[in-house]
């Protein structure tokens, strides 16, 4: 690690392959300690511990401010938090660190933010309240709009790690947000598999995903915007997708109602599926389209993956991916959990 905190690292692509890999350069000392920190970076009164917030959003009057850390002086009884991540995957430090095919590597140009969810340490992304989670997602929506005016971000990527086994090594509840100058291969599939579909077929492939499985054996959730539902494939047990009901690219564009419903069945959703499974750790990824000029769009969407079995040399080293849980299955299960969980958010009994 560089002394001031930050990691400079290279994006190494394989020989033939389009995959991607982050590394250290190689004369960085980036070896962290698995040892958690004494105190907690991300709770209040910590805040010298991080850098300055570039959003704290604060409630005064009734009224949602968004403010920022000056020189000197920190914001104080915030809600959420963001700031730039102390240990990045990816970083705006200018360095020219290039080499050639069939070695082929680039500087690992880019912001990673972390949003800081709730101020509450013990308070994770199932127990934050669904007015918590809507002020999450506005400050979201606010930082992808900034980042897309930014040089070089070509794609703005936002997920959660939640407990050791997804990756994470801090336990209070957070978001990070991550650029890349290039689409991750990922996306760029999905986007051209759903072009393809789309000039074949007439149509949007999620929308008619979303016709199949609304009302169906997979579905566990539905509100008036969203629906939940255990994919046909699933990688991993107990995985669900979240989708809009209606076709959009954009998630920074989606109206107050929209993001006040998506607030809704994220919070029964995962607190449904913390209670269901035995608080499992788990990783959320956004499934966002490009939005500068990009042709290749696809319906924006969340996807959730429950860590709760190890991965053999078959799906590590063919990608042939074994499920000892069927989606019909999971979303019995998911789905009694997390219509419960609606049913005390919204005040049923």
């Given at each position: 690690?560089s002394?001031a905190?930050?990691?400079l690292?290279?994006?190494?692509?394989?020989?033939?392959?389009?995959?991607?890999?982050?590394?250290?350069?190689?004369?960085?000392?980036?070896?962290?300690?698995?040892?958690?920190?004494?105190k907690?970076?991300?709770?209040?009164?910590?805040?010298?511990?991080?850098?300055?917030?570039?959003?704290s959003l604060?409630?005064?009057?009734g009224?949602?401010?968004?403010?920022s850390d000056?020189?000197?002086?920190?914001?104080?009884?915030?809600?959420?938090?963001?700031?730039?991540?102390?240990?990045?995957?990816?970083?705006?430090?200018?360095?020219?660190?290039?080499?050639d095919?069939?070695?082929?590597?680039?500087?690992?140009?880019?912001?990673?933010?972390?949003?800081?969810a709730?101020?509450?340490?013990?308070?994770?992304?199932?127990?934050?309240?669904?007015?918590?989670?809507?002020?999450?997602?506005?400050?979201?929506?606010?930082?992808v709009?900034?980042?897309?005016?930014?040089?070089?971000v070509?794609?703005?990527s936002?997920?959660v790690?939640?407990?050791?086994?997804?990756?994470?090594?801090y336990?209070?509840?957070h978001l990070?947000?991550?650029?890349?100058?290039?689409?991750?291969?990922?996306?760029?599939?999905?986007?051209?598999?759903?072009?393809?579909?789309?000039?074949?077929n007439?149509?949007?492939?999620?929308?008619?995903?979303?016709?199949?499985e609304?009302?169906?054996p997979?579905?566990?959730?539905?509100?008036?915007s969203?629906?939940?539902?255990?994919?046909?494939?699933?990688?991993?047990p107990?995985?669900?997708?979240?989708?809009?009901?209606?076709?959009?690219?954009?998630?920074?564009?989606?109206?107050?109602?929209?993001?006040s419903?998506?607030?809704?069945?994220?919070?029964?959703?995962?607190?449904?599926?913390?209670k269901?499974?035995?608080?499992?750790?788990?990783?959320?990824?956004?499934?966002?389209?490009?939005?500068?000029?990009n042709?290749?769009?696809?319906h924006?969407?969340?996807?959730?993956y429950?860590?709760?079995?190890?991965?053999?040399?078959?799906?590590?080293?063919?990608?042939?991916?074994?499920?000892?849980?069927?989606?019909?299955?999971?979303?019995?299960?998911?789905?009694?959990?997390?219509?419960?969980?609606?049913?005390?958010?919204?005040?049923?009994?």
């Amino acid at each position: 690690m560089s002394k001031a905190g930050v990691i400079l690292g290279n994006l190494r692509k394989d020989y033939v392959l389009e995959k991607f890999v982050i590394l250290p350069d190689s004369h960085e000392d980036n070896i962290l300690s698995d040892a958690p920190p004494e105190k907690c970076p991300y709770c209040p009164g910590n805040e010298s511990m991080t850098g300055p917030a570039v959003i704290s959003l604060v409630s005064k009057d009734g009224m949602l401010q968004r403010l920022s850390d000056s020189e000197g002086s920190v914001i104080e009884d915030w809600c959420v938090r963001v700031f730039q991540s102390q240990y990045p995957a990816v970083n705006t430090v200018a360095h020219n660190n290039y080499t050639d095919k069939p070695l082929y590597s680039e500087p690992a140009y880019g912001y990673h933010q972390i949003v800081v969810a709730s101020p509450e340490h013990k308070q994770d992304l199932s127990k934050i309240s669904v007015e918590q989670w809507e002020n999450v997602l506005l400050v979201i929506q606010e930082r992808v709009r900034w980042l897309y005016t930014q040089k070089s971000v070509t794609y703005v990527s936002i997920y959660v790690d939640s407990g050791r086994e997804a990756g994470t090594f801090y336990d209070h509840a957070h978001l990070n947000i991550v650029t890349f100058s290039t689409i991750p291969p990922i996306i760029e599939l999905e986007a051209e598999g759903s072009h393809k579909y789309v000039n074949e077929n007439g149509s949007c492939p999620s929308c008619n995903i979303l016709s199949v499985e609304l009302g169906g054996p997979r579905q566990i959730l539905a509100t008036d915007s969203f629906l939940a539902f255990s994919p046909w494939a699933p990688t991993y047990p107990y995985e669900f997708w979240i989708y809009p009901r209606r076709h959009t690219t954009s998630f920074s564009k989606i109206p107050q109602k929209e993001v006040s419903d998506l607030a809704l069945i994220l919070r029964a959703t995962i607190g449904g599926m913390s209670k269901g499974l035995n608080s499992p750790a788990f990783n959320l990824v956004f499934h966002l389209s490009p939005e500068k000029k990009n042709s290749r769009q696809i319906h924006w969407h969340i996807e959730v993956y429950p860590q709760t079995n190890k991965w053999s040399g078959l799906q590590r080293g063919f990608g042939i991916y074994v499920n000892t849980v069927s989606p019909e299955t999971s979303a019995e299960v998911l789905g009694s959990a997390c219509r419960k969980e609606l049913a005390g958010l919204v005040g049923i009994t």
